[in-house]
């Protein structure tokens, strides 16, 4: 074999077609992210081929609600999509979307009213991936900027951010005077109110959010104080508004949410921000990844996010704190000045996962099973 110089005209050749392979090779990289990301007429298209959608919420959680929703979603697309709407807790629902997607038995497509640590927990579990939300949907649906959920970094591209639930008290003024109600999550420990206030049967949500502000010592010790002083306990903060505008209770710890919702309903329920620790839990939505109409719900999920709140509003208030004119916000900015009161939100993956620690021993706790 004859050596080969580097300034040979073989070499100078073999260089050529090298540099051309490597050539083709980088740009063949980018060329493949972008075939594997869809576009947003690629999802419409298999929207519309899909057929079908099954939404699992508790907010909005009205039929007549999310009939207005999907005439909306699917006059807004040209589509005629069949869509299915469960009133389905996102906390009493995880399990069993995990257990289906274990089995490539996936029955929903979009999860509603979740929270950042059911996001995170989703995640963990292989259940809901990161997605380009943004990069398929931005140019069509220009708002979902403003929906993408980026208070916990970690948490980038897995969901949207749609509405906060934020908690206070709730009460019904033919049974209880104003002036008589409790401000302060301490207050409720009182004797003079024993039995009669309602809380969440889940370990008392959102009292655990308080943890984000206070701690979890001295959320377990007022989770004791609380159950000494026997709360009516309701499946979920929505029932405890609906217990309370009924009458079984006076009063109780709901959502800013459920109180506007009862107001367009005309039912007897006034609402306020406690006075001490004010629980904010951003609210998302997100697509399960081996969801059995996955465009459809990614299209629903990006539309609803970003355009579709506004219709569910005459129905059911969703409200939000992003916008600082929203009465939310300014009900929120008056408590924070006239009180001092702190807001308890998530805002990193430990402090969340600090929290699922937390819920445990309360749960030891308020079924006798913890000191």
Do not use: C
């Not at 990301?37 to 690629?42: E, G, H, L, V």
């Not at 019904?172 to 049967?201: C, H, M, Q, Y």
């Amino acid at each position: 074999m004859k050596s080969m110089e580097p300034g040979s005209s073989v070499g100078i050749r073999r260089a050529i077609i090298v540099l051309a392979a490597l050539t083709g090779i980088l740009f063949a990289i980018p060329q493949a992210i972008a075939q594997s990301q869809p576009s947003f007429t690629q999802v419409l298209e298999a929207a519309r081929k899909e057929g079908e959608l099954i939404v699992w919420a508790s907010s909005p959680g009205e039929q007549k609600t999310y009939r207005a929703l999907f005439d909306a979603f699917n006059k807004r697309f040209g589509l005629n999509i069949k869509a299915e709407f469960l009133a389905i807790n996102a906390t009493r629902g995880r399990g069993r979307v995990i257990a289906e997607a274990a089995a490539n038995a996936v029955t929903v497509d979009v999860m509603g009213g979740e929270s950042a640590d059911g996001v995170i927990l989703m995640a963990k579990a292989g259940v809901i991936k990161p997605y380009p939300w943004v990069q398929v949907f931005g140019k069509e649906i220009p708002n979902i900027k403003a929906a993408m959920y980026d208070d916990v970094p970690e948490l980038s591209g897995l969901s949207l951010h749609y509405f906060d639930a934020v908690s206070g008290i709730v009460w019904n003024p033919t049974l209880i005077k104003d002036e008589d109600v409790p401000s302060r999550w301490t207050d409720l420990t009182n004797p003079r109110w024993r039995g009669k206030f309602a809380l969440n049967s889940f370990i008392y949500s959102p009292l655990d959010q308080t943890a984000y502000a206070i701690g979890g010592e001295a959320v377990l010790d007022l989770a004791k104080r609380l159950m000494e002083n026997r709360p009516h306990l309701e499946n979920g903060s929505p029932a405890v508004a609906r217990a309370v505008s009924a009458g079984t209770s006076p009063m109780g710890v709901s959502s800013f949410h459920a109180s506007e919702r009862a107001a367009v309903n005309k039912e007897p329920l006034k609402f306020k921000l406690f006075a001490d620790v004010i629980p904010l839990s951003p609210l998302n939505l997100y697509v399960i990844e081996k969801a059995p109409h996955v465009n459809a719900g990614r299209l629903f999920a990006a539309w609803f996010a970003a355009e579709g709140v506004a219709v569910a509003e005459p129905f059911e208030p969703l409200p939000s704190t992003t916008d600082p004119n929203s009465k939310l916000s300014k009900m929120l900015k008056a408590q924070i000045e006239a009180t001092g009161a702190k807001v308890a939100k998530p805002v990193s993956a430990k402090a969340i996962d600090d929290l699922v620690e937390l819920r445990k021993k309360m749960q030891q706790v308020l079924t006798g099973q913890g000191g």
